[in-house]
């Protein structure tokens, strides 16, 4: 039997120097990383598969496989239900809660930080099996922080589960996974957890999941009983009802609809009925004739439906109370993809990087994709999903970016944290090598391709901190933030060319904060933190021309450059995921071709600290069209400062701006609260998107500028007695109102001429 599991990595950056407790990196290898991937997997249902001239053994295994994630808002039970669905496929003999409520924690949650928190940092990952099925699970983490964990568990895998509270329903979180599953081109099925609380309204949720996410969505199961009385469902497709029996709810009773659920239960079948049939010809000729569809017509209907991205099923259940949580396995394996429905493409490098299908069986040449790095005790871990052909211990593959042959020395799947050795993978599978040394995102193959699997979306930091060890120097400290870096693409370093201090930049407080927490822990280096830093970034609405000269003479060999151009602004390449360019279109020689990547280079230089508030500078082209040299004078360095200057006299003329990261908020929080959030969030420039009541509880959506939301946990905290909860993401950056840019400005100088006083 062949089983898979992991989660995956990002694209690191290559240390160059340490010293001093500063660390300098390279560029990353962002225009590899920043490849959308919607073109690169699409769906299909089984019929165009050559399945006949594939290894039935092999066919069979892959039509086993269940390849999963599981993503939801934070707290909404990801980690509980993933525990009892190990539970109850016997991977592990004992239920812990998580939190360490029992001391032990869950079993998915295996960093300290994570069992004390109580929240999933990494993505732990792990199978098992259900009935002749094998399920590879990734568990991926709610908070936004860690958008990057969910981003890489959705590339690689070919179907997952949405988690919903059944009272909070559709979160911001909730927003943020539906658009990556998206991007990703994910089928889903949707379960409403928590049906064991107060209030707790399913069908509500189904309403919100068409109109908040726009999903053809219906219920297949019906809850019989309701909150602290929930005792199982009805399923509307089998047509049957089932009750969690046993001191953990590890047997399923079937039995027959309760004569009091009938009439609900039919309404509800109807309405699914209706749903299927607006993306389903076979279901809407039944509709038509006023017919029921049967058990195996729905079934089938459904798996089609979800494969091709058109439906989710919803499901419902208590993983904390042991209620229904079966059901949704089964319908993981009953309406989620094998690997043979996905189409993966790869670009064929040898043949101008023509798309080319690959092909999930085992018997094919090996392709791979490395997703995810992680440092492990043991060395390096590489975990790689296998797109076609397999992965035999101790063979060579060969990675396509580096041309590097390697041996593979090891092989594992991971359970959690425990791992188990294994000689070889076959496709569609998820595992993890030891001691390879290669960046996230890299493809390999057996040496006989040169296919590139494109990349990963790597979402831009949002916040940066200023950082420095406390006590003597260590070369831990270098050592810690290389390896946190390889690990997670989101999370950056960078020594400030001025003052010579680290900082780190991420995706919000807690990313960072939990960085600086590891590096104590687990390298047992203390830092100094400075202030969070909004991660502002400089741009352009205008194009300005500049005609620059640099000329020196003073004594010794002089200095000449002349350059003429335009800046302009320039939008995100959607291919590429690149704003920023630099054109050469000299002709003639007025600037001789050797000086061009000095030109270039002067460009680079300008943009790492803009000349607004010295923040990076983004969306930005810079079109060199003439100059000229001098025989003598002329120099690479002449033309490197003579473009950084061009560029910063063309920067003042092409109407400058900030662009500050705005974040979506969500609030939720009792009702008699309601009018002192809104006013807070008005005080804080925040535009309030949507609202809406539940009960006694009100949800508000606003976008809010990162920079104003400094201490909003304890204003909120105070505004609602401690009731109010809060959480929010990165929506976008845009420009900041004319009165703040002045502002910013101002301090900027105050803050760069005292500096130079000292
Ligand atoms: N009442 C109730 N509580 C639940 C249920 N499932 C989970 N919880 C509780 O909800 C809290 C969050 O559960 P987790 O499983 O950690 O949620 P998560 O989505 O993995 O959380 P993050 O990893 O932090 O995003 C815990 O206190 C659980 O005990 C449920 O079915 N009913």
Redesign the pocket.
Known sequence: MTFVRSLLGGVGRIKVAARHGAVAFTEPQAAHSLLPTQACRRWQTTSSVDYDNADPVDVKRLRMLRNIGIS????????????RILYYTGRIKEIH???GRDGVG?KM?SMDLEREK???IQSAATYASWGDYNVNII?T???VDFTIEVERALRVLDGAVM?LCSVSGVQSQTITVDRQMRRYNVPRISFI?????AGANPFRIVDQLRNKLKLTAAAIQIPIGAEDQFRGVVDLVKWKAYYNEGESGEELAERDIPEDLMPLATEKRHELIEQLANVDDEIADIYLMEEVPTAEQFMTAIRRATIDLKFTPVLM?????NTAVQPLLNAVVDYLPDPTEVVNTALDIKDNEKPVDLSPFSANPFVGLAFKLEEGRYGQLTYMRIYQGSLKKGSFITNVKTGKKIKVPRLVRMHAADMEDVDELGAGEIGAMFGVDCASGDTFTDGSLQYSLSSMFVPEPVISLSLVPKGKETPNFSKALNRFQKEDPTFRVHVDSESKETIISGMGELHLQIYVERMKREYNVECLTGKPQVAFRETITQAAKFNYTHKKQSGGAGQFGRVMGYLEPMDKDEETGKDIAFDNRVVGGNIPTNYIPACEKGFNDALDKGPLIGHPVNGIRMVLEDGAAHAVDSSELAFRIATKNAFHDAFAKAKPTILEPIMNVSISAPIEFQGSVIGGLNKRKGTVVDTDVQEDYFNVIADVPLNDMFGYSTELRSATQGKGEFSMEYKEHLPVQTFVQEQLIQEYKKKEAEKKKA
């Open positions: 939801a808002h934070i707290d909404s039970g990801k980690t509980t239900c993933t525990e809660d998580v939190r869950a949650d109580g929240i999933t568990d983490p709610g908070h988690i957890n928590k049906m064991d609380r259940g208590s993983a904390f109370k």
